[in-house]
């Protein structure tokens, strides 16, 4: 296909790069950032603009990779015609897209993206949604070009996805960062911890998270949970954090 890429951000940068790869051409790269159009472009083999009104008539597809609160603003300086205009974004409905085509969809690849980072994109679910069969197609066609498993996901079971994905990726991460904050007042390499995290996170794939569980919340020993908060007192909200993510532990497990 020939494609639009709107954005140049961590998603826009590995998901072009993945079209290519696949045989799609990018047609143009738009970015409010002179500086990430360009650099993207240059990856890509592609035209470049900053100038919404000057967005490439040739798409046959345009994908949105932009912050949720900027698509309406930079969409409503565009023009689509009836071309096929789809989002990348978990927790954005799929109508916001309606005022400015009447061909619209999702096209949202699960996962953690980073501009430095390879991913191996044929594993990532890629959650399609459009408004006729015949986009849906569309978009089931290109998601097929470049991953093994396709997921028609309305905007609902998607929100929900996008809040689960919240609690998995971007929560977990913050509570690595706060356990080499800790680490680092003793002096420890945070190095230590990663073989932990990669059997926890093992397991997490093989088995249901809530099956295998371990730690002090679990059967909620006071005398191991009230020592971890003594030395909490210094940092507030890990304190807040520790005893709310403890007294869930405890609850879920109850059940």
Not at 36 to 63: M, N, V
Not at 117 to 139: G, K, T, Y
Request: glycine share 4%.
């Amino acid at each position: 296909m020939d494609i639009v890429l709107i954005g140049a951000g961590n998603l826009a940068t590995r998901l072009g790069l993945r079209l290519r790869e696949c045989n799609h051409r990018i047609v143009q790269v738009y970015s409010r950032t002179e500086a990430s159009a360009k650099l993207l472009a240059s990856l890509l083999g592609s035209e470049w603009t900053t100038q919404p009104d000057e967005i490439s008539p040739e798409g046959q597809l345009y994908l949105i990779s932009v912050s949720d609160k900027a698509v309406e603003s930079v969409l409503a300086q565009m023009n689509f015609g009836n071309r096929l205009v789809a989002h990348t974004a978990g927790s954005m409905p799929m109508d916001v897209l309606q005022p400015f085509t009447i061909n619209y969809g999702v096209f949202y690849p699960l996962q953690t993206f980073s501009k430095s980072r390879e991913v191996d994109f044929a594993q990532i679910p890629i959650c399609i949604e459009a408004n006729s069969p015949e986009n849906l197609e569309i978009l089931h066609k290109l998601g097929r070009s470049i991953s093994n498993d396709i997921r028609e996901i309305d905007t609902v079971q998607r929100r929900q996805l996008h809040l689960s994905a919240v609690f998995v990726c971007n929560f977990v991460n913050h509570l690595y960062a706060v356990g080499e904050e800790l680490l680092k007042e003793e002096k420890i390499d945070f190095d230590i911890l990663k073989p932990l995290i990669s059997e926890t996170a093992a397991k997490a794939v093989e088995f249901s998270p809530k099956e295998v569980q371990t730690g002090p919340a679990v059967r909620y020993d006071r005398n191991v949970i009230d020592k971890h908060l003594e030395m909490l007192k210094s940092h507030s909200q890990w304190n807040d954090i520790y005893k709310l993510m403890s007294e869930s532990i405890h609850q879920l497990h109850r059940h």
